[in-house]
């Protein structure tokens, strides 16, 4: 039993076959995720109604944004203009993908961290020492032609549901860098004109129940390397939030998105808006699917602090210095989500 569930590529075909998780998955004790200490109180991090974005009220909307991003760095969003059969296709066909058979799943499984459509398990299998409770798939979908070929042709609808869904994400993600832009006072197209070409991924997460789900986790504390994180999830909790030296637990409220900011953010606000640390935890009981869609400027695109935010007599130098969105990807990769201090390699020397 030991060996046929070991030599397995996904922790899915391994999960139901064992009644303890398998040494590789364990961590060390310091590393736990504790859930004992978890904050699980219900307010957990700000909701914005996007509703009133474009009327009277923007002023407002706008503020509640500079107060989450600079205060939280995660927030929800309801009325945020994706159609709710558009997500519950997407969530169906995600479970869908990953209930087919192993010998069909399989077939898109890379361990290449620079494969722009695969299959894969843990974070970064070539890198890591404790492996993580979590299978994905990783898709790039922007521009959507130039990937949609190479995404699973089954299920059937997958291309078709996951185009429509990403395309809806997209739309959505260009109204939250307006109003990101605005809330750091610059030009509403100041954050997208930075990005070059733009670049989009998306994970499908899946998070099989775990037989002792306090030894593991299905994503450990990291940062996301990209600019912002738009995040659906099913009704299972999992993702907490690290706020004032805690955890806290963010519960999934039905037709309602989760944004996060991520490292680029950091570095085009200056550190006025920060990326910020969270990590995913599984359960006994059921299986958990989670789809984050990563925004990102194109690989060739240099970034760097945003120049309106930068005044050396008044004290705000730039932090930062500027690189190109590849070089920090590849850092990003190679560090299996050692990531506190991914963002720190790319500060300016202090004088």
């Known amino acids: 039993m030991q060996t046929s569930a070991t030599s397995k590529l996904?922790?899915?075909?391994?999960?139901?076959?064992?009644?303890?998780?398998?040494?590789?998955?364990?961590?060390?004790?310091?590393?736990?995720?504790?859930?004992?200490?978890?904050?699980?109180?219900?307010d957990s991090i700000p909701l914005i109604d996007l509703q009133e974005l474009h009327g009277p009220n923007r002023a407002n909307i706008i503020y509640q944004f500079a107060?989450?991003?600079?205060?939280?760095?995660?927030f929800q969003i309801k009325n945020h203009g994706v159609p709710e059969k558009t997500i519950?296709?997407?969530?169906?066909?995600a479970r869908e993908f990953f209930r087919q058979p192993e010998s069909e799943r399989v077939k898109h499984y890379s361990a290449d961290t620079k494969k722009t459509?695969?299959?894969?398990?843990s974070f970064n299998v070539g890198s890591e020492k404790v492996s993580n409770w979590r299978d994905f798939l990783r898709l790039h979908c922007h521009p959507i032609e130039d990937f949609i070929n190479e995404w699973p042709s089954h299920p059937v609808s997958f291309r078709e549901i996951t185009a429509e869904y990403a395309t809806s994400v997209r739309a959505l993600v260009l109204i939250l860098l307006e109003a990101i832009s605005e809330s750091l006072g610059l030009e509403k197209d100041s954050v997208s004109n930075t990005l070059?070409?733009?670049g989009q991924h998306m994970a499908l997460n899946y998070y099989p129940p775990c037989p002792q789900p306090d030894l593991t986790f299905g994503l450990p504390q990291h940062k996301d390397p990209n600019l912002i994180t738009v995040l659906l999830q099913d009704e299972v909790s999992g993702l907490q939030v690290f706020k004032d030296g805690k955890w806290i637990a963010v519960h999934p409220i039905p037709n309602t998105f989760v944004v996060n900011m991520g490292d680029q953010m950091q570095v085009l606000s200056n550190d006025k808006y920060?990326?910020?640390l969270h990590?995913?935890?599984v359960n006994s009981n059921k299986e958990r699917i989670s789809i984050p869609t990563?925004?990102?400027?194109?690989?060739?695109a240099v970034v760097g602090p945003q120049q309106e935010l930068i005044n050396e007599e008044e004290d705000s130098p730039a932090i930062y210095r500027s690189f190109t969105y590849a070089e920090y990807y590849e850092k990003f990769w190679d560090r299996a989500l050692a990531t506190e201090s991914c963002i720190d390699s790319f500060k300016v020397p202090k004088a």
Request: some cysteine.
């Open 10 to 42: 996904l922790v899915s075909d391994i999960a139901s076959s064992v009644d303890h998780v398998p040494v590789s998955y364990i961590r060390p004790i310091s590393d736990r995720p504790n859930l004992s200490d978890v904050d699980i109180s219900s």
């Open 67 to 74: 107060h989450a991003c600079s205060s939280y760095g995660f």
């Open 88 to 93: 519950e296709r997407m969530m169906t066909v």
């Open 117 to 121: 459509t695969r299959l894969s398990t």
């Open 196 to 198: 070059g070409k733009h």
């Open 274 to 276: 920060k990326s910020v």
């Open 279 to 281: 990590r995913a935890v």
């Open 294 to 300: 990563f925004y990102c400027p194109s690989f060739d």
